[in-house]
Nanobody, 116 residues
Framework: VHLVESGGGLVQAGGSLRLSCAAS????????MGWYRQTPGKQRELVAA???????NYADAVKGRFTISRDNAKTTVYLQMNSLKPEDTAVYYC???????????WGQGTQVTVSS
């Protein structure tokens, strides 16, 4: 399974970005897909996730500003990020959770930088 992320970049505070993550390869099942972020010296943290049934979950810090969605094939997930803040600056990673039988898959990460 291969995850390719895109859409990161540099934006001013208050601006928007849309991240995409496309999954390909031998995908037998998708329990959930999600976005995580990490800054130097800190643990990777959940930003938003969407289950196979369409349920979503957001970190408190991004509720009301970020929206996770997916395409009809359920193999591409998006993260619409609005009202960005400097504290949103991080490397954003896409994760595919195939369920308990297989390991999680991660993308290579995409840098998001929000300037004040």
């Amino acid at each position: 399974v291969h995850l390719v992320e895109s859409g990161g970049g540099l934006v001013q505070a208050g601006g928007s970005l849309r991240l995409s993550c496309a999954a390909s390869g031998s995908i037998f099942s998708i329990n959930a897909m999600g976005w995580y972020r990490q800054t130097p010296g800190k643990q990777r943290e959940l930003v938003a996730a969407i289950t196979s049934g369409g349920s979503t979950n957001y970190a408190d810090a991004v509720k009301g500003r970020f929206t996770i969605s997916r395409d009809n094939a359920k193999t591409t997930v998006y993260l619409q990020m609005n009202s960005l803040k400097p504290e949103d600056t991080a490397v954003y990673y896409c994760k595919l959770d195939p369920g308990p039988t297989w390991p999680d898959y991660w993308g290579q990460g995409t840098q998001v930088t929000v300037s004040s």
